[in-house]
């Protein structure tokens, strides 16, 4: 097997998942199949269960595996649609290795970290043998984390068995002083760690404010064992989907293919080069409002983000995002932006102001968007205001409300256990003949994905839909209801799914282009 292993050096946060992306996006438009996989070393099976400040968004696959955000970046760069078996955490391989302990799997030896687990991470590993000519395997963290150093010793081992067809790329950080000088030390010393660790990095990447300077190379080379040819610059750019373009200049493709003694391959037919042409080629302006309860950690929003991202880019537009803090908004803040976007979110913080924020979009025909909460929301806002149910609400917020209009899906009222049980991963969804969501996804019948408990109240769906509220999407299966709109109004449509988690590139989400598509409409 064939696999490129990206390791990080001094601090987190550099962007590791973005480079780990780029990378498998400039081989795949050399026409190598890449399939990436993530490492993280905490113990939690999944990030499920973490508050977004803790840990940023959670992204949703098809399967409906809760997995990390850099699995969103993987998704939309390479334009793949990845499995739960693309998440690795501490947490599900020490859960996997005593299950088998405990159905006596081991054959009575004494269980230990090598080779038991180990062996269970290289197992992992060795599934993708079969699926893609290169495995791309971020690891999350910094070098000398205690958490992610049974991963390292796993990939020492696997490296062993595998030779030449094991590359290591470290991403490091190179500070800058006030002098102006590249300061090369830290990295060194992560480097250090590294082959404390068994490994030598075959290529240093070095993340900066600026390109490095040659000095800077020729330092990071002496001291950390390899050539001033393997070293690239990862500086600071205007977006994050212009680094595949870096890394080519720097012919980071060429480096690869040579060390790993690559079979040329015919090239994927979307190269990233005409994207960045699309992109530097946005001159309409646009402000999107985003009300949400995490807006102090943008990651917590990342997909929708980048969602609104490539919306732009197909509408020639270079969408600007307004954070506004739900619980902390005022009319004034609405009045600023050409449309308004609410996005999921769990508990009872906020619900309130982005109930009022769905009700200035609709009395004021602002282009709306709403997700998973927000679909919730405005369910809850059209009953309140429309219907004449005041006290409606989600059980989610008030157990006692007389018109729980948003309520526990049935399956969820007996589930104690978190992780897991939401309603998770796709589902198919009928449209409605001519209504804006069939005219907006041009076809009958779409798949998204689901991350929630709480659903539309069958009791009320004939109360809002006689008032004229259009449940225009629905999970057949159940008689769920997954998309409303509004007539007449300029554009205000929800989703109980999250659409954000299909938006790529080269297929940006049908309910984001229409939004923005209608924002610039008002601009």
């Not at 977004?52 to 992204?59: A, L, Q, S, T």
């Amino acid at each position: 097997m064939k696999c490129i292993v990206v390791t990080g050096g001094v601090l987190s946060g550099l962007g590791k998942g973005v480079t780990t992306a780029s990378i498998g996006r400039i081989l795949k438009d050399r026409g190598y199949k890449v399939l990436p996989l993530k490492i993280d070393g905490y113990v939690n099976v999944d990030p499920g269960t973490m508050n977004p400040y803790e840990h940023g968004e959670v992204f949703v696959l098809d399967d409906g595996a809760e997995t990390d955000l850099d699995l969103g970046h993987y998704e939309r760069f390479l334009n793949v649609d990845l499995t739960g078996e693309s998440n690795i955490t501490t947490g599900s391989v020490y859960k996997t290795v005593i299950e088998k302990e405990r159905e006596g799997k081991y054959l009575g030896k004494t269980v230990q970290i090598i080779p038991h687990v180990t062996d269970e991470i290289n197992d992992r590993i060795r599934r993708f043998n079969s699926k893609a000519d290169i495995v791309l395997i971020e690891v999350g963290g910094t070098v000398g984390d205690i958490e992610n150093r049974v991963f390292i010793e796993a990939l020492r081992q696997l490296s062993r068995e595998n030779g030449n067809n094991f590359l290591f790329i470290h991403l490091s950080y190179i500070p800058v002083i006030l002098s102006g000088e590249q300061k090369t030390k830290p990295t060194q010393h992560s480097v250090k760690e590294l082959l404390a660790l068994g490994i030598q990095p075959d290529i240093v990447i070095g993340r900066s404010q600026m390109p490095l300077a040659e000095e800077t190379k020729k330092k990071i080379a002496l001291f950390c064992g390899v050539s001033e040819r393997d070293v690239l610059s990862n500086q600071d750019l205007e977006d994050i989907y212009f680094l595949p373009m870096e890394l080519t200049k720097q012919d980071l493709a060429g480096l690869i293919i040579k060390k790993m003694g690559l079979k040329p391959a015919p090239p994927y037919t979307f190269r990233w080069d005409n994207l960045v042409d699309k992109i530097n080629k946005c001159t309409k302006q646009v402000k999107i409002g985003i009300v949400g309860k995490y807006t102090g950690l943008e990651d917590a929003y990342l997909s929708i983000k980048e969602s609104l991202k490539h919306a732009g880019i197909h509408n020639k537009a270079h969408v600007e995002c307004i954070w506004i803090e739900s619980d902390e908004a005022t009319l004034r803040d609405y009045k600023k932006v050409d449309a308004l976007l609410v996005p999921g979110g769990f508990g009872s913080r906020g619900v309130e102001g982005k109930i009022k924020a769905v009700k200035y979009a609709r009395e004021n025909n602002v282009p709306f968007l709403g997700i998973c909460l927000g679909f919730q929301v405005a369910v809850i806002e059209y009953a309140r205001n429309v219907c004449g149910l005041k006290k409606a609400n989600t059980t989610e917020t008030d157990p006692q409300t007389p018109y729980p209009v948003i309520d526990l899906i049935e399956e969820q009222k007996n589930i104690h256990d978190k992780g897991g049980t939401m309603r998770l991963g796709a589902y198919p969804c009928t449209l409605k003949d001519k209504s804006l969501a069939g005219k907006i996804y041009d076809d009958k019948k779409i798949s998204e994905r689901h991350r929630h408990r709480w659903e539309v109240n069958h009791d009320f769906i004939s109360i809002l839909e006689k008032n004229g509220l259009v449940f225009s999407g629905v999970y057949e299966e159940r008689q769920l209801m997954e998309i409303l709109e509004v007539p007449g109004h300029p554009y205000f449509i929800a989703s109980q799914f999250h659409p954000e988690f299909r938006s790529r590139i080269e297929h940006p989400a049908p309910l984001f282009v229409g939004l923005v598509k209608a924002a610039l409409k008002k601009n």
